[in-house]
């Protein structure tokens, strides 16, 4: 039952876009993809919720967690097994699990819990909030976009994982992020 929201062994250096919504995650990924001519591993969430939307006008709970988690790694793993360079993931289970700490009270499905912590990722990029906000069926927290950065930053420090904080404008953001993974490459 667990074992699909476990990331199975592939041979790529794996990197995470992290951070709040509209921050330049999905951008940046598929620049990214196409710089090292890699693949990048889409936001499940994102599909999976607005098909929720548009068909029930209905947003996220606490039940849907678990689905989009085993979604995100089910789509993480068959990318993985395309490319044996670099890996972009738009997001990981360890975002899912800050959201639903953010979202639902600091609560967590522990099965989440278990695997965001135990799936790791060569890199994170942790986005930070200094792009302009875009509005869509799906974002709703505007106002919060400080207090989301902290509680994603703080997630990566609290299980010391790898980041590089990215700022600035598009190009700025792609020439450190490749700088940073060129370094991983070339390890």
Known sequence: MEE????????????????????????LSRQLARHYNSVWVPEYA??????????????????????I??????LENELAKK?????IC?????????????????????TLEK?????????????YID??????????????REEMFKAFQDELIKNNRPYILLKGNKKERLTTAIKHIDKLLNK
Do not use: M
């Not at 790529?12 to 951008?27: H, R, W, Y």
């Not at 988690?69 to 089910?74: D, F, S, T, V, Y």
């Open 4 to 27: 699909k929201y476990k990331q199975e062994p592939s041979n790529c250096i794996k990197v995470v876009l992290f951070g709040p919504e509209s921050t330049g995650k999905t951008t």
């Open 46 to 67: 994102r599909t999976y919720l607005q098909n929720k939307w548009n068909n029930e006008r209905k947003t996220c709970t606490p039940e849907d967690l678990l689905p």
């Open 69 to 74: 988690a085993e979604g995100q790694i089910k």
């Open 83 to 87: 490319t044996d360079s670099v890996l």
């Open 90 to 110: 738009d997001t990981d289970l360890l975002e899912t699990k800050v959201y639903s700490q953010a979202y639902y009270a600091g609560n967590c499905d522990p």
């Open 115 to 127: 695997f965001a912590l135990k799936n790791t990722y060569n890199l994170y990029f942790l986005t």
């Open 131 to 144: 792009t302009p906000w875009e509005a869509d069926d799906l974002r709703d927290k505007p106002e919060h």
